[in-house]
Each structure stands twice: as structure tokens, then as C-alpha cells.
């Protein structure tokens, strides 16, 4: 039982889903630029099972990877899933011949893609499907009313047990809960891009995960001489420190750190015991301000 076992972070409530608050994503099991295949399959399948036995048991994951091979992995990683472990998925884009990023967010693509994570994972429903509704890196105007509704759909017919969204305002979150819950909130926020803080409070305020992608900057990683000189005086990593920090911001945020290395994997885990004191917050809080 979950509830027996000392999850990293601590537990938050997905739905009905307890998951550690630290978590993996799966991003960077794939080839460079989270396109083809990895060099080292096996070691990317050792890092997925060396992040369950930390006790890990929230994998942030998408069809696109790969696409379909951070899936693939997954499942020869660790199908048949252990029970307390729980898969969180994205649709709402797929990738071309180039590895460029495409939206595809009609009805039927988004419905497309939960059958084909169902089928690459080897699972009769997803734990949590995200809307990608906006960009890389930041959300694009308009409704999310016809693509949300169509996942919920695909809820109603017990396909999907949660849904989050991704790349979205205050106001989509919103349109959204009134078709149908809303269990997590997945958008590019760190210790130095803080133009989500007034939406964590909000999720915060409603029981809804903020899940910060991108919590080490992403594909540009963070670069801060007060990070640094905050990690050079706990004698910890900056990465760490800044897992920490997003920790710390509030009791509702999950970090979801990718690596395909399994010393990278213990770091990231091992930042949920950082303890940051007041004077070194504030000292952090500095750095997105």
C-alpha cells in the first residue's frame, strides 16, 4: 500500500491517486532533442527502475516522445505496473519526419493519440491524460472548451481516470472545470520563470497539482550566480537547490526532473530532504524577480 511507504517529497492527491511529490519525467529517455531512440536503451530502462525502488511513483510521460519511444521504454521498463505507481500522460501534439513540434488537438486526433498511449503503455486506461493546449513553453489564447470536452468523453467511458491540462491561463483552467475536473495543471515554471506564481496560489487555494515542466530550465538549463552561491554554501547541487526551492513554493507543486542517468536520478530525489531555511528563500525567491 501506498500509504505504508515513504514517498519522496511527501504525497499529494491526484483524484483518488496518491503520488509522490517528486516525481520522473520520462522526456529524456529518448534520442537528442526528444526525438529517436536513445543510445543506451538499457540504461534508460535501469533509470526507470531505479526511480520506482526510490520510491518515485508518479512518471510524467507523452506519446510524442520519440515519439512513442519514451512509451515503449516505459512499458518494457515496467509493465506490469506495480499498483502504487501511476502514469501521467500528455496529448495535443505529435511530432513530423523532423522532430518538429505540430499541435493536434482536433476530437479525433486527441482521441487518437489516448488509444495509441493506451496501446504503447499496455494499459486499459490512463491514470491522468494532460491537455496540451498552448505552446512549448507558455499558453496560447482561445477556448479549450471542444478539446477538453472530448477527453472527458473518453473519461466518461473509463478510459481515462483524471484529467490535468498543460500550456494554460487561469481562465482555460476555469472553462475547463465546468466540463469536467481538473486534477493538475502541468506549465513551464521555475525558480527563475515566475510568471505562474499568481496561478500556483490558485491551484494551491482548489486542491489542484501545479507540476512545474521544464524545473531545470529545460532545454537551456538554469544559470544563476545566486543558485549557485546558494548550492555551493549547502553543498548541494544548483539543480538540487532548485528542486528544493520548488518544493518549498508550495505544498500543491510536484517537481517531475527528467535524466537518463541514474546518479542524476538520486540527486534529483534526494533534493525532497534540502531543507531551506527563510533567509535562504528569500534569498531564492530574488532570482525570478
Given at each position: 500500500?501506498?500509504?505504508?511507504?515513504t514517498?519522496?517529497?511527501?504525497?499529494?492527491q491526484?483524484?483518488d491517486?496518491?503520488?509522490s511529490?517528486?516525481g520522473f519525467g520520462?522526456m529524456q529517455?529518448?534520442?537528442?532533442g526528444?526525438?529517436g531512440?536513445?543510445a543506451?536503451?538499457d540504461a534508460?530502462v535501469?533509470v526507470?527502475?531505479?526511480?520506482?525502488?526510490?520510491?518515485?511513483?508518479?512518471i510524467d510521460t507523452?506519446?510524442?516522445?520519440?515519439?512513442?519511444i519514451?512509451n515503449?521504454i516505459?512499458r518494457?521498463?515496467?509493465?506490469?505496473?506495480?499498483g502504487?505507481?501511476?502514469?501521467?500522460?500528455?496529448?495535443?501534439?505529435?511530432?513530423d519526419d523532423t522532430?518538429?513540434?505540430?499541435?493536434?488537438?482536433?476530437p479525433a486526433?486527441?482521441?487518437?493519440q489516448?488509444?495509441?498511449n493506451l496501446?504503447r503503455?499496455?494499459?486499459?486506461a490512463l491514470?491522468?491524460?494532460?491537455l496540451?493546449a498552448g505552446g512549448?513553453?507558455a499558453?496560447?489564447?482561445?477556448?479549450?472548451a471542444e478539446q477538453?470536452?472530448?477527453?472527458?468523453?473518453?473519461?466518461?467511458q473509463?478510459?481515462i481516470?483524471?484529467?490535468?491540462?498543460?500550456t494554460?491561463?487561469?481562465?482555460?483552467?476555469a472553462?475547463?472545470q465546468?466540463?469536467?475536473?481538473?486534477v493538475c495543471v502541468?506549465?513551464?515554471?521555475?525558480v527563475?520563470r515566475?510568471?505562474d506564481?499568481a496561478l500556483?496560489?490558485?491551484?494551491?487555494?482548489q486542491?489542484?497539482?501545479?507540476?512545474?515542466y521544464?524545473?531545470l530550465?529545460?532545454?537551456?538549463?538554469?544559470?544563476?550566480?545566486?543558485?549557485?552561491?546558494v548550492a555551493?554554501?549547502?553543498g548541494?547541487?544548483?539543480?538540487?537547490v532548485?528542486l528544493?526551492?520548488?518544493?518549498r513554493?508550495s505544498?500543491?507543486i510536484?517537481?517531475?526532473?527528467?535524466?537518463?542517468?541514474?546518479?542524476?536520478?538520486?540527486?534529483?530525489?534526494?533534493?525532497?530532504?534540502?531543507?531551506l531555511d527563510d533567509a535562504?528563500?528569500?534569498?531564492?525567491?530574488?532570482?525570478?524577480?
Open positions: 500500500m501506498t500509504s505504508a511507504k514517498l519522496p517529497g511527501g504525497a499529494f491526484l483524484g491517486l496518491t503520488v511529490r517528486v520520462a529517455l529518448a534520442g537528442p526528444v526525438f531512440p536513445p543506451d536503451r534508460a535501469a526507470l527502475r531505479e526511480a520506482v525502488a526510490l520510491g518515485v511513483t508518479h507523452a506519446d510524442f516522445y520519440g515519439p512513442y519514451t515503449e516505459i518494457e521498463a515496467l509493465a506490469p505496473y506495480p502504487d505507481v501511476h502514469i501521467v500522460t500528455k496529448v495535443g501534439a505529435l511530432r522532430g518538429a513540434w505540430l499541435h493536434a488537438r482536433t486526433e486527441l482521441r487518437e489516448v488509444h495509441g496501446r503503455l499496455k494499459l486499459d491514470d491522468v491524460v494532460n496540451r512549448l513553453d499558453p496560447e489564447p482561445g477556448s479549450v477538453f470536452g472530448a477527453l472527458a468523453e473518453l473519461r466518461a473509463g478510459l481516470r483524471h484529467l490535468g491540462l498543460s494554460v491561463n487561469a481562465d482555460q483552467l472553462e475547463a465546468a466540463i469536467a475536473p481538473v502541468q506549465n513551464f515554471y521555475n527563475a515566475r510568471e506564481d500556483v496560489d490558485l491551484t494551491a487555494r486542491g489542484i497539482a501545479f507540476v512545474p521544464f524545473p530550465g529545460g532545454f537551456q538549463p538554469l544559470q544563476s550566480d545566486a543558485l549557485g552561491t555551493a554554501r549547502l548541494a547541487s544548483p539543480q538540487a532548485a528544493a526551492w520548488l518544493l513554493r505544498p500543491n510536484l517537481v517531475i526532473p527528467g535524466t537518463s542517468s541514474v546518479a542524476h536520478l538520486r540527486e534529483n530525489v534526494a533534493s525532497a530532504a534540502l531543507t535562504t528563500l528569500a534569498e531564492l525567491n530574488a532570482i525570478g524577480r
